[in-house]
């Protein structure tokens, strides 16, 4: 009995079908395994997530728990800064609460969130990242609130009604304290002002220029040395004036040779405005040995010995040779 042709296409369809059928088979299967070794990964790990409430009116913040529990032996990373929770806005988030009970590690953190428009919202899912000890990376997503979102509730039954005038609230002393307190301020300030203005102002005490003798600074500066060195006084037990005539006289001799009032200048002005005036090094120092000697023996009292005295008068006639004018010199030699 011979087959029908219909026949024959029939067992060849089925013989094409059923190659089709187990492989789709397979991929269904592995795709149930894969995702029940995802599953079995992370049943470990628990995100819930909780809201005070599920109702608020436009505006309002509502605080939404994040409670993530774990095995402590495993990494778990909490959602990183966003903007939004869910479709809702991020207003502000807690730090991370950690507690450790046994074997299981938990992690919480309050989302402060809000919505400005009415409606149905829903604040999360959230995504968190776990890492277990053999380094698979996984993803757990928390549940879901949903949060009724409504304005404020009018009631178009009652007439409109004119707003209200502003309440009169009687003043308190502490609301004008501050106001007292700077204008206190204010007022020392000015007065502090006013007064070194004026002291400012004030005019300088004229130093009066005391005449110069007729012959050339330095002539009058060794003719000076030379009569204190005869008077002989640190010989005969008069160190105070011994040297507080040497100082004078090489204040007065920078006074006519420069035109500085150091008569007047204590041993810490001249030091410190020397630098001012063209003078050596070397003659800046004879000058402040002698100065500072003669501050030692009149105020505290000092008696140096001999070659120390002797030594002062010394530096002074150094002094004038190392500062003696120029001009002055040269017309010496010419003269010679």
Do not use: C
């Amino acid at each position: 009995m011979k087959k029908r042709k219909s026949d024959k296409i029939k067992v060849k369809s089925e013989k094409m079908v059923l190659p089709f059928l187990k492989s789709l088979l397979l991929f269904f299967i592995s795709l149930i395994l894969l995702n029940s070794s995802q599953k079995l990964f992370a049943q470990n790990i628990s995100a819930a997530l909780k809201a005070d409430s599920t109702h608020i009116v436009i505006g309002d913040f509502l605080n939404v728990k994040l409670t993530v529990k774990f095995p402590k032996e495993e990494n778990v990373i909490m959602p990183s800064i966003f903007d939004t929770v869910g479709n809702m806005e991020l207003v502000k988030y807690s730090k991370i609460d950690t507690t450790i009970s046994g074997d299981t590690k938990t992690f919480s953190q309050i989302f402060t969130v809000s919505a400005y428009d009415s409606g149905n919202f829903r604040a999360g899912p959230l995504v968190i990242l776990s890492k277990n000890k053999s380094g698979t990376i996984d993803t757990v997503l928390s549940d879901y609130v949903f949060v009724r979102v409504t304005t404020v509730a009018v009631d178009t039954t009652k007439a409109i009604k004119p707003i209200k005038a502003p309440l009169d609230v009687p003043y308190s002393w502490n609301e004008f304290i501050p106001y007292i307190v700077g204008g206190i301020v204010l007022l020392l300030l000015i007065i502090a002002a006013i007064y070194f203005f004026r002291r400012s102002k004030k005019k300088k005490p004229i130093v009066v220029e005391r005449p110069k003798p007729k012959e050339p600074a330095h002539i009058w500066a060794r003719k000076e040395l030379k009569i204190l060195e005869e008077e002989k006084r640190w010989q005969h037990d008069e160190i105070k004036i011994y040297y507080s005539r040497l100082s004078d006289i090489l204040r007065l001799y920078l006074e006519y040779r420069y035109n500085w009032f150091a008569l007047e200048s204590t041993t810490e002005e001249i030091i410190d405005n020397i630098s001012s005036y063209s003078i050596s090094e070397e003659a800046k120092g004879k000058l402040m040995m002698i100065l500072e000697q003669a501050d030692l023996v009149k105020f505290a009292k000092m008696t140096p010995l001999p070659d120390i005295n002797i030594k002062a008068m010394e530096n002074g006639f150094r002094f004038i040779d190392l500062t003696e004018q120029a001009e002055i010199k040269t017309e010496q030699k010419n003269d010679v």
